[in-house]
């Protein structure tokens, strides 16, 4: 595909839009690939273009991007359902890895040859791009860029989910919707970090194999099963915590999923999504539908409800830092490992798009600048 100009577009702040860094030696910067949603719509908003840009300013570090994640918030901004975007001609892209090419002044944590995970607002969809250093992580020993594409907003997004709000431990149970996606494939791999975790996963039957092999013991078809009777038939007085992605209706589902003591986090509306484009009707029955309870009410339930947003935690850096840091160390210790159902080239970004928005993804799907070696011999054959 060839890359086309990029349009006007006003600089945004650093957080929201990294650029790319400027040539060694100091002259015209090198053009260089991004992702730039140009409208909000179908998948053929996310176009291929050219870019150019400054080095990296005070503070931040130069990346050379070689894989990025895709997560349900970059298919609900491209459909214009996502708060914490700029609007479009913007580049997506919350999480990418890479190695450090140049450093901006007074950046001394970092040193260029450093491979890196990056988490950002957007703008990581490119194949260079300057961030504020401390929205950088060092990749741990043994770890793949396509792994630490894979961590940053999955892992850190289920820890916090699990710990500091569930409060999970030992002799508990979890229910996970879309528990073969990103957040649902870490959400598992943290709970096996508990001893004696009993785990419910919504899914696809399909999925099912991949699902018990990872260690969810009860795994539901969402598709043709109410999965809260079936929640009951095993477990008749509810679980401990529900993970819930959906939003609407299933809200009130799992709130009355609940143990006394029992906790409720909602961290996405997932069922917005119906299609390629808007759906006008979708959004207007989750909304109607959406959970409602007063203070006092909750009162009388002995019940918790919490809502997360990672998107909203860009001034938490010591918080994150600190989840970040567990992470790491979990996985040096062998103890979770990101599952990567894909990698995509930039040029395929609307296959990878739709593999996760057709729900056929177990694991993470990532994208990468260059197509991947086996591809590339492929296509010259």
């Known amino acids: 595909m060839s890359a086309e100009p990029a349009p006007a577009a006003a600089a945004a702040p650093p957080e929201q839009a990294p650029g790319p860094e400027s040539p ?3 002259g015209e910067a090198a053009e260089h690939r991004a992702l730039v949603l140009t409208g909000f719509g179908g998948y053929d908003k996310v176009k291929v273009q050219a870019r150019r840009g400054g ?3 005070p503070g931040e570090v130069s990346v050379r991007v070689r894989a990025c994640g895709l997560n349900f918030a970059d298919l609900m901004a491209r459909q214009g359902l996502y708060d914490r975007l700029p609007p479009p001609p913007v580049c997506p892209g919350m999480e990418c890895a890479g190695t450090v090419r140049a450093l901006g002044d007074g950046v001394r944590d970092r040193q260029v040859g450093d491979k890196v995970m990056v988490l950002a607002r957007s703008g ?3 194949e260079v791009v300057n961030v504020p250093a401390s929205q950088t992580f060092l990749m741990p020993e043994g770890m793949s860029f396509e792994e630490a594409a894979a961590l940053l907003v999955n892992y850190i997004t289920a820890y916090m989910i699990l710990f500091d709000f569930g409060n999970l431990r030992p002799n508990q149970s979890v229910l996970i919707h879309m528990a073969a996606g990103g957040v649902g494939t870490a959400a598992i791999q943290l709970c096996k970090t508990v001893e004696n ?3 419910f996963g919504t899914a696809s039957a399909s999925k099912h194999d991949s699902l018990k092999e990872s260690g969810v013991a009860h795994p539901i078809d969402y598709r043709t099963m109410d999965y809260a009777e079936e929640v009951r038939k095993i477990s008749p007085k509810g679980v401990d915590i529900v993970l819930d992605p959906l939003g609407g209706s299933d809200t009130s589902k799992a709130f ?6 029992g906790k409720l986090i909602t961290y996405g509306v997932a069922n917005l999504l119906t ?3 808007k759906n006008l009707m979708a959004m207007a029955k989750t909304w109607w539908n959406q959970f409602s309870i007063n203070a006092l009410q909750l009162l009388h339930h002995n019940k918790a409800v919490c809502g997360y947003h990672l998107g909203y935690m860009d001034e938490e850096v010591e918080l994150v830092g600190g989840v970040v840091a567990k992470l790491v160390n979990l996985y040096s210790q062998g103890k979770i490992k990101p599952k990567i159902d894909s990698v995509w080239p930039f040029d395929q970004v609307a296959d990878a798009m ?7 993804n177990v694991g993470k799907v990532i994208l990468v600048p260059e197509a ?3 591809e590339s011999k492929k296509e010259e054959n």
Do not use: S
């Open 55 to 57: 080095g990296p300013r």
């Open 197 to 199: 975790v009993t785990i």
């Open 124 to 126: 990581l969809w490119q």
């Open 256 to 261: 009355n999923l609940l143990k006394p003591m």
């Open 372 to 374: 991947p070696k086996e």
């Open 354 to 360: 739709r593999q996760m928005q057709e729900k056929k």
């Open 275 to 277: 299609g390629q484009k």
């Open 24 to 26: 060694a030696d100091g």
